[in-house]
């Protein structure tokens, strides 16, 4: 039997655009995969998703996203986080709670990439009741920009986007032939080296893996992409991709820019599930 996936990237406030898509996803009751796999922002909208909730990705990032509860500039240069992942997540919870219930009941399992801070490779975790604040704010973790490693198992985690920033090639070793990905990067797009990361390896002296994940995070990223564009004969891909002129980048806190963000990928989800658009007029 064809399994079905659903893959979705992250991006941090770029992913107003899966936020999107998934809501036009909801409106048309699809809910078609036998699984889905998330990245960091990626798999906070696919909680929300699953559990049917629908609008509550895009508050959550236009809301709490934007406080400076969250990110902070000043916070960071006194030594602090300068994104708190995990204020971010449990203030949500509470202020925007889950239909976990509804999730848990629902045959479509969910797993969560995170990064090995010891091993420096990816890690798979099926979203479960017992550990799902602890894959969520591991996942959503960028190094140095929230200061601590949150574990998993007993063991330190950070951003699933270093190691498996994209995890198509995952989702098809686990039989899926049928994948829709979402990304939050136009299609033509290219990851580029960053001059950053030789700067960083001082801070990284304890953790070679690591440092190794960050040097071969673009090659890995880029292999992702040369998959999508090029899937084995056996596999179907969808791609759900923002336009090159999307405003939102990785911090963005303009509420303008994230409506239309957001709109964009309304739009390109409805899109691909064929769903025909009244004109404004007419509503």
């Known amino acids: 039997m064809t399994q079905r996936a659903l893959v979705v990237e992250g991006g941090a406030m770029r992913g107003i655009f899966a936020a999107g898509v998934l809501d036009a996803f909801l409106e048309s009751d699809y809910l078609d995969f036998d699984f889905a796999v998330g990245v960091s922002a990626g798999s906070t909208n696919l909680i929300g998703y699953l559990a049917g909730d629908h609008g509550r990705s895009k508050r ?9 509860d969250f990110i902070s500039w000043q916070r960071f240069m006194s030594g602090g986080h300068l994104c708190d992942v995990h204020w971010l997540w449990h203030q949500s919870l509470v202020e925007v709670p889950l239909a976990l ?33 602890e894959i969520m704010t591991a996942s959503c973790s960028i190094p140095f920009a929230y200061r601590d490693f949150p574990t998993v198992e007993g063991r330190a985690m950070t951003d699933g ?12 070793e686990q039989g899926a032939c049928e994948i829709t990905v979402v990304l939050s990067r136009h299609q033509g797009y290219r990851k580029k080296p960053s001059a950053l990361t030789p700067l960083i390896k001082p801070w990284v002296k304890d ?33 759900i991709a923002p336009e090159a002129d999307f405003p939102v980048s990785r911090l963005t806190t303009n509420a303008r820019k994230l409506e239309l963000g957001y709109q964009q990928g309304h739009w390109a989800g409805l899109q691909a599930l064929g769903v025909e658009l009244k004109q404004l007029s007419s509503g």
């Open 60 to 68: 959550i990032i236009m809301d709490h996203a934007c406080r400076p």
């Open 101 to 133: 219930d509804r999730h848990w009941q629902r045959n479509v399992p969910l797993w969560v990439v995170t990064t090995s801070v010891e091993e420096g490779s990816p890690r798979y975790f099926q979203a479960q009741p017992h550990n799902l604040n």
């Open 161 to 172: 986007g270093l190691a498996d920033s994209i995890p198509v090639r995952w989702a098809y």
């Open 207 to 239: 953790m070679p893996a690591l440092y190794e994940a960050m040097l071969k995070r673009t090659a890995i990223y880029n292999d992702s992409l040369d998959f999508i564009d090029n899937p084995p004969a056996d596999c179907r891909l969808t791609v």
